[in-house]
């Protein structure tokens, strides 16, 4: 395989293999997301709670959430919704295109891939809509500068990020309005007070607060932070955040709710996990992000049908279990993915993808007609070289507005997409 | 008997933690012994006539760091990556360094000139570009601004080799981010000087070669300057000329004079600091050395006492690996660097692991980037991982090769028993460099749940003693400068 950035570990350890990581990384993600996972039945056990926490955030639990699926890496639109029906696609990936007869739901011109499967039972339901070469609407091939780009969605010198200005907007004021479980606050992040990030939930805790300490160290701690930041001088440049810190601190730890018993699928699960929690446990939550799997596919697609139904359906089975699991919630929750960008139309020599351009966004939960395809398909270029790549017909941003407008009707959609004139995509009607 | 370590008086205090990576007791002797917060500052101006057997032994334990690009290119495995000793090295240099002034302001520059360790292409070329950028850091501006646009690792990084004139990459990166900045100047600008950057070309055995042949010719006109350009065998020399030119119009004097006192002053420096800076700029060529003096010697930075600025978690983690870390020794910190890498990353602001951030921009000066719940919070958890040697949830951290202090290291001098009260009057005096309140030694006495007049020895429990330390790095009073 080629070598590759880790999007787990940012600069710290680059060379590292397709989806598993970099060995450094893979050693914290042990600690993090198992000594998480291991935590959260820890504290359920202890404290018998078989019912919803009564935290002071369940009187917001009405909200609606948007949770963003960060697809880092590029990932292969066409090998999810397949476009059997343009000439070009098997003629192009003669090893690694998803055989027609893999191929479920959809039309005469497209197909979902074997990876999309375990979405059947919501898009029978009409809950799943995908949308069809989207993405930036100026190519960019760098990982960087287009994750920035997408991110950052048209924001200018103060690099803020777009569910930045979103959950800064007076309608959703809250500190954890918008919360990634991501290492790092990603740039989309950026720009709010009202956002935060932990790998999980115990990363938004003040050290001695979790429940790997006795409660009186965590007593101590807290008093000592309360006490500490409160009486230092407001004109201390922290003091804000340190307050807010504990405010954190304090949700993040009220967040108690049953064990589900909804099983997740390795890899992502543990964040769809964390995040179905967060809902559950009637945290104001706003907007969501997780990162999953990493699909920088320069190499070793395998025939298409198995590696992406391997590796993309394992993300699919986290997406279904994740409704299943906000059970209720489900009738607020709206989830979107996305990728930096698509993948060249024509295989590579190493049964892989360079970057291309076009990619496929997955829309699902409340508010989404779904059960289709939406988006205009400007048919592929028949040349390996760049300019075939899948064009962009839709601008991403066209989805994003539209849920924003559609599901967040307190947020003005205009200035969390500043100068951008959406096109109508009717993928979220209500 | 307690006697209670001196602490410096507030300008004392000033001088060394606007100027370091954080106060220790060893820096208030040299700074007395030097006879003085001016005497100290221009002793440290002259750093390579200073002794720094501990910064030079953290460089030594990463065997990528002396290896030229070539040799680099030529291994068969890259693991450890030269990226990784890079920062790794720069970590432990700036915690251990006795050139802080110099440490100081070589991350001032790398962060200006800044190349990204994401991404890998500039890998090979990172050992060369820091070291080239430490030697320097406090010589004159033009001369780092040649240096840094000459060097492979921001020509890789800013992908300008093998470029025709519609390659603005660098030309934009370095009027908007290494001088003039935004606003100054036009995209005709942008045009003009993409022109002057053509001609090299990338080699694969990692030295860049000038090729006359891919020169774009004809006249260039640009902020002021003139080349007719028609000579393709003098690019390099058409270049050196127009980046000399740059480095001293006053709009590049003024942003980077500003930068110079938002680090070192306020947030928001005063305008009158800023015009002096200029004007030492203009009589000293852009003397860093000289510019430097006039700022510590301004009445700005004396009124700057006890208007603190907010660490960076940079300044913060490497403040506090400063208390910890003995030595490097001959071993490899790299996971010491990892475990920072962790929590700023995984916890905090991806930003401020160093040269993390894969923008050309480099980690953020203001303060509104790093003043953020998750990057307080993590802090919180990276002084007690740092302080006990193990992760909330993890095994362990093997610092492979590294001296660390252990209680009985932090414990006051000549006194087996003190009261929890003496102790935590030491450990503030030590860490904060100011004596604590007696509210303040009763608030870190009670967050470890100790009460002030109970009597303790080295031989206390570890984790105890580790949450009174906790407190110390965790209050508002560590986390300035």
């Not at chain 1, 989404?368 to 070289?385: F, I, S």
């Not at chain 2, 002259?46 to 032994?57: E, R």
Request: glycine residues 10%; positive net charge.
């Amino acid at each position: 395989m080629a070598s590759q950035w880790c999007f787990r570990c940012a600069a710290m350890a680059r060379e590292v293999m397709v989806v598993d990581g970099c060995g450094s990384c893979n050693e914290f993600e042990g600690v993090s997301r198992r000594g998480f996972v291991g935590l959260a039945s820890a504290i359920s056990v202890v404290a018998g709670l078989e019912v919803f926490a009564a935290s002071p955030a369940a009187a917001a639990s009405g909200r609606n959430v948007l949770v963003v699926v960060s697809l880092r890496g590029g990932i292969d639109g066409m090998s999810l919704l397949v476009p059997h029906g343009d000439p070009a696609y098997y003629k192009a990936r003669p090893r690694i295109g998803v055989p027609r007869d893999q191929l479920w739901g959809g039309d005469g011109f497209f197909g979902l891939g074997p990876a999309l499967k375990p979405l059947q039972r919501m898009w029978d339901e009409k809950k799943v809509a995908l949308v069809t070469a989207t993405g930036l609407s100026q190519v960019n091939r760098s990982h960087f500068d287009a994750m920035a780009q997408l991110e950052m969605a048209g924001s200018g010198s103060d690099r803020s990020g777009w569910v930045g200005r979103m959950t800064g907007a007076s309608a959703l004021a809250d500190k954890m309005a918008g919360v990634s479980l991501t290492r790092g606050l990603p740039t989309l992040m950026r720009g709010s007070s009202n956002t935060v990030n932990g790998a999980d939930l115990n990363g938004l805790r003040l050290s001695g607060l979790s429940a790997a300490y006795p409660s009186e160290v965590a007593a101590a701690r807290r008093k000592f932070w309360s006490s500490m930041w409160g009486e230092v001088a407001t004109s201390h440049p922290l003091r804000p955040s340190a307050l807010e810190a504990l405010a954190v601190s304090d949700t993040a730890s009220s967040v108690v709710s049953p064990t589900s018993t909804v099983k997740y699928d390795g890899g992502s699960g543990g964040s769809f996990a964390a995040m179905a929690r967060l809902i559950r446990s009637g945290v104001p939550v706003s907007v969501g992000h997780i990162e999953a799997g990493s699909w920088d596919t320069h190499s070793g697609m395998g025939d298409g049908a198995s590696w992406m139904g391997y590796s993309f359906g394992s993300v699919a089975s986290n997406i279904d279990a994740f409704f299943r699991d906000i059970g209720d919630s489900a009738s607020r929750v709206t989830l979107v993915t996305i990728s930096e960008f698509g993948r060249r139309t024509a295989e590579n020599s190493s049964g892989g993808l360079e970057h291309g351009w076009g990619n496929t966004m997955i829309v699902a939960g409340a508010g989404v007609a779904g059960g289709r395809v939406y988006g205009r398909w400007p048919g592929l270029g028949t040349k390996t070289d760049v300019d075939s790549d899948l064009q962009v017909t839709t601008d991403y941003r066209s989805v994003f507005y539209e849920v924003v407008s559609r599901r967040f009707p307190g947020v003005s959609a205009r200035e969390v997409f500043p100068g951008f004139a959406p096109s109508p995509v009717g993928v979220v009607t209500s | 008997m307690y006697r209670p370590l001196p602490v410096p008086t507030r300008f004392e205090r000033h001088v060394l933690s606007r100027f370091t990576f954080g106060y220790t007791p060893e820096l208030l002797s040299d700074l007395r012994r030097a006879g003085g917060p001016y005497a100290w500052f221009d002793r440290q101006l002259d750093a390579f006539s200073i002794p720094d057997p501990k910064g030079d032994a953290a460089l030594a334990g990463f065997d990528r760091m002396g290896m030229s690009a070539p040799e680099i290119m030529a291994l068969p495995y890259r693991n450890p990556a030269p990226s990784h000793q890079d920062a790794a090295s720069n970590v432990v240099r700036r915690a251990l360094s006795s050139r802080q002034v110099h440490e100081v302001m070589h991350d001032f520059w790398r962060n200006l000139f800044y190349v990204s360790v994401a991404g890998a292409s500039a890998d090979p070329f990172l050992p060369s570009f820091d070291a080239g950028m430490r030697r320097r850091a406090l010589t004159n501006f033009p001369s780092l601004l040649r240096y840094a646009t000459a060097h492979p690792a921001m020509r890789t990084f800013l992908s300008s080799y093998n470029v025709g004139a519609g390659n603005e990459n660098h030309p934009r990166e370095l009027l908007e981010l290494h001088t003039l900045g935004t606003g100054k100047y036009t995209e005709a600008d942008v045009k003009s000087v993409a022109k002057l950057f053509t001609g090299w070309a990338y080699h694969v055995n990692g030295r860049p070669r000038y090729e006359p042949g891919g020169r774009v010719l004809g006249p260039v006109r640009v902020l002021g300057f003139y080349s007719a350009n028609s000579d393709p065998a003098r690019g390099p020399q058409v270049l050196a000329q127009f980046l000399t030119h740059l480095a001293n119009l006053p709009a590049t004097r003024y942003a980077v004079c500003r930068r110079l006192a938002k680090r070192f002053v306020s947030e928001r420096p005063p305008h009158s600091l800023v015009v002096k800076l200029t004007r030492t700029w203009a009589r000293t060529d852009g003397d860093v050395r000289a510019i430097l003096r006039t700022l510590v010697r301004s009445e700005e930075f004396r009124a700057s006492v006890d208007k603190p600025i907010a660490k960076s978690p940079q300044y913060d983690y490497i403040g506090a690996i400063r208390h910890k870390l003995v030595s490097a020794g001959s071993g490899n910190a790299l996971h010491l660097v990892s475990v920072m890498y962790w929590y700023t990353d995984v916890l905090g602001d991806a930003d401020h692991g160093v040269y993390g951030w894969f923008m050309p921009n480099g980690y953020g000066e203001d303060v509104s980037r790093w003043a953020t719940p998750s990057v307080l919070l993590s802090s919180t958890r990276f002084h007690r991982a740092l302080l006990t040697g193990r992760r909330e949830y993890g095994s362990p951290f093997e610092l492979d090769g590294c001296v660390v202090r252990e209680v009985r290291d932090f414990w006051p001098r000549g006194a087996a028993v003190v009261t929890v009260s003496q102790l935590v009057d030491h450990l503030c005096r030590r860490v904060w460099g100011r004596a604590p309140s007696r509210r303040e030694i009763w608030q870190i006495a009670s967050s470890a749940g100790l009460l002030t007049s109970e009597s303790v020895s080295a031989d206390m429990p570890e984790s105890t003693f580790w949450w009174l330390l906790s407190g110390v790095f965790d209050a508002p009073q560590w986390l300035v400068r």
